[in-house]
């Protein structure tokens, strides 16, 4: 387990915080200059998900932590089922709450539009492995990696379900104001119940649910 707050020093896990956090927002600065489809998955599937998999990867064995506890913890299968269902469902109820009123009310400030993929081996790759690689890698960076930290540096577990909640929210800037706050939302959710069941499985099933089937329902790209 890591050190209890008493003794906890957040500078020693800060570099690795920022290793793993940093190359999500780089990649979408990259991203505005990217219109080529294939340039597009090479960058964010080749290059940059990978960075932050190894920070956390390294952080395990820096402070000699396991993968349990990080929140890989198995669960039964009917529990991993309902979980699942459970936070898709409030996933996409809370999405679609806020996004669709801030819609409204907010500009939309997109700063970024994703290219189209219309090669059905790309499309495939993308929504398939890309996306898987999307929900684990996030999962793991921002409710595995930073709320451990956060919930060790803070002195309250609200307060560092708020701060990782926030950097989940930032690292989706380009995709405008209205997105940011629903997906500031959708990760205190995500936060919520990984306490209830203490595994990351649940929640990276559901993210990665809620990114396949937004598209289709036209109202959000990717959380």
Known sequence: MLKQRE????????????????PFLINDLIDLVIVSQRAWVFWT????YPIPLTAVVLWLRRFGLTTQELGLNRIPFRRLASETL???GLGFFVTIGVFRYLKMLLPAGLVFVRPDIDEDMLLLGD???????????????????????????????????ISAGLLFALIHWSQG???MFATFFVALVFTWRF??????????????FINFIG???????FL
Request: proline share 5%; charged share 15%.
């Open 7 to 22: 003794s906890f020093k957040l500078r020693d896990h800060l570099p690795y915080a920022l290793a793993a956090v940093t």
């Open 45 to 48: 599937y080749i290059v940059t």
């Open 86 to 88: 459970i936070t898709t």
């Open 127 to 161: 929504m398939t492995i890309g996306l898987t690689l999307v929900a684990v890698t996030e999962e793991l960076v921002f409710r595995g990696l930073l709320l451990s930290i956060f919930d060790r540096w803070f002195s309250s577990q609200d307060l560092a379900a």
């Open 177 to 179: 104001i209205p997105v």
């Open 195 to 208: 306490r209830v069941c203490e595994s990351l499985y649940p929640l990276m099933s559901a993210h990665y």
């Open 215 to 221: 598209p289709f329902l036209n109202w959000i790209r």
